[in-house]
């Protein structure tokens, strides 16, 4: 190996698997790492946990530090921001957030890592004072000063997907009167499928939580420069605080004009990570992924798919190695008192896969009626009409089945059937599970449609 100046920008999972992989991989390389923010390797999956309470110091949720870096030979430029490439030169543009200077880097391998920012929707009253969103430390730390206030009283969540439903949780549990709004008719629209979301929807409701969903938003109200209300084509909600959760982009204008970009902003990547630029990689959220249920690319930002093309990333900077499969979009989370998971495709998303699926719902007992503190497990299995191949699972309790979704991933990613999932070799044992796990108990209802829709041979 020659010697090499290898620049990584981004250290969240993305950018923090490219370094690790090449520190172990490329001994000699002189490396130099580029971040935005103050801080290297924040973990947003943990937000929640801090805004919640659970953890008390947000230093504790980053996974890796400048100093740490600086101890293995790594050379960090934190407030320092990446705002161009020029790959014929060889070089990015970067800004010193502190002092205002523009400068040149040079490098021999580029692994880029930007990562994502919030959606901002487009009506009146984005820039109001207390207007949020909640994207890295930056925003977890504001979000947390804002539980903290007895002066908020009235929150306003718009969006009701992943990020949405963690700030609703959080804002409630701290006491504060919490309206969530979406336009779509359920929460989680893509996430889980409507025998899901009902119960869901219905415990936020118990639980005194205004869901407003099939709703416009029109307009943040405000009054001296700062949120008030928040209107929409049904009502109008007080608000001394909002916050937008509508999802998010690529951090990619800065790279129009220099990368191939697809028509979403997400950077054009092969299979091994390359970009369209000679020794340029990229990695996480700003990418798109092989999808394994249809075989195609898509935009499936998390955090495991990033840590797996980081890896990739910088194990191919001198040569095709690594090759990314592919992935099925595999995440779980709870609200309150529910776990649930999913994995692949759903109801609300087979539309869009181009295939012809059937799905299956069934509810069960993970364990037998006689233990003590069994809970019910909601499921559903969604297989391809004509193989019974499985693309896509969810899976709900109020007891943790979430690792489950596992199973069921790696059963889409070898093309199980769901007769091969019904009879799987699943042990028993009352304390744990029934005489037939409720994974089999769930494939074996779906094998019994398919059998009742096969069309019959003449």
Same mark, same amino acid.
């Given at each position: 190996m020659t010697y090499l100046n290898i620049v990584v920008v981004g250290t969240s999972h993305g950018?923090?698997?490219?370094?690790?992989?090449?520190?172990?991989?490329?001994?000699?390389?002189?490396?130099?790492?580029?971040?935005?923010?103050?801080?290297?390797?924040?973990?947003?999956?943990? $937000?929640?946990?801090?805004?919640?309470?659970?953890?008390?110091?947000?230093?504790? &949720?980053?996974?890796?530090?400048?100093?740490?870096?600086? %101890?293995q030979g790594v050379d960090v430029y934190t407030r320092n921001q990446v705002i161009g490439l020029d790959p014929n030169q060889k070089k &990015?543009?970067?800004?010193?957030?502190?002092?205002?200077?523009?400068?040149?880097?040079?490098?021999?391998?580029? $692994?880029?890592?930007?990562?994502?920012v919030p959606r901002k929707l487009p009506f009146k009253g984005n820039d109001l004072e207390n207007v949020y969103f909640l994207r890295g430390r930056e925003w977890a730390l504001k979000n947390k000063a804002k539980i903290d206030d007895p002066a908020i009283s009235d929150v306003v969540v718009i969006g009701s997907g992943y990020i949405g439903i963690e700030l609703v949780e959080a804002y409630a549990k701290a006491g504060k009167h919490v309206t969530v709004i979406d336009v779509t008719e359920r929460i989680l629209p893509t996430y889980l499928d409507q025998e899901f979301t009902d119960i869901l929807m219905a415990d936020l409701k118990?639980?005194? $939580?205004?869901?407003?969903?099939?709703?416009?938003?029109?307009? &943040?109200?405000g009054e001296d420069g700062k949120a008030s209300a928040v209107i929409t084509d049904k009502?109008?909600?007080?608000? %001394?605080?909002?916050?937008?959760?509508?999802?998010?982009?690529?951090? /990619? %204008?800065?790279?129009?004009?220099?990368? %191939?970009?697809?028509?979403?902003? /997400? $950077?054009?990547?092969? +299979?091994?990570?390359? /970009?369209?630029?000679?020794?340029?990689?990229?990695a996480g959220d700003a990418c798109m992924i092989k999808y394994n249920p249809t075989g195609k690319e898509q935009n499936i930002a998390l955090a495991t798919n990033a840590r797996r093309q980081g890896v990739a990333a910088a194990l191919n900077l001198e040569k095709p190695t690594l090759k990314i499969e592919g992935v099925s979009g595999t995440s779980a989370l709870s609200l309150f008192d529910y776990k649930f998971a999913s994995t692949g495709i759903k109801d609300a998303t087979a539309a869009k896969?181009?295939?012809?699926?059937?799905?299956?719902?069934i509810e069960n007992y993970y364990r037998p009626a006689f233990v003590p503190g069994t809970e019910k497990v909601y499921m559903k299995l969604t297989y391809e009409v004509g193989t019974d191949r499985i693309v896509g699972a969810q899976l709900m309790s109020k007891h943790d089945i979430t690792a489950a979704i596992n199973t069921l991933s790696l059963a889409i990613a070898t093309?199980?059937?769901?007769?091969?999932?019904?009879?799987?070799?699943?042990?028993?044992?009352?304390?744990?599970?029934?005489?037939?796990?409720?994974?089999?108990?769930?494939?074996? +209802?779906?094998y019994k449609q398919a059998k009742k829709i096969q069309p019959v041979a003449l």
């Open positions: 950018g923090y698997e490219a370094v690790k992989t090449v520190l172990e991989n490329y001994p000699e390389a002189k490396v130099k790492l580029f971040e935005q923010s103050d801080k290297v390797s924040f973990l947003s999956c943990g $937000i929640q946990l801090y805004l919640e309470g659970a953890v008390q110091d947000i230093n504790y &949720i980053h996974y890796a530090t400048k100093e740490g870096y600086s %101890d &990015i543009r970067v800004k010193n957030l502190d002092t205002g200077e523009v400068y040149n880097e040079t490098y021999d391998k580029l $692994i880029l890592a930007p990562g994502a118990k639980r005194g $939580i205004a869901v407003r969903t099939g709703e416009f938003v029109q307009e &943040i109200q009502g109008t909600y007080p608000a %001394d605080l909002v916050v937008e959760a509508a999802g998010v982009v690529p951090n /990619t %204008d800065w790279l129009k004009g220099t990368l %191939d970009l697809n028509p979403n902003g /997400t $950077i054009v990547v092969d +299979a091994y990570q390359k /970009t369209s630029a000679p020794d340029v990689f990229a896969s181009g295939l012809e699926t059937r799905s299956v719902y093309k199980q059937t769901t007769q091969q999932l019904a009879f799987a070799d699943f042990f028993f044992q009352p304390e744990f599970d029934q005489q037939w796990n409720y994974l089999c108990e769930l494939a074996k +209802a779906a």
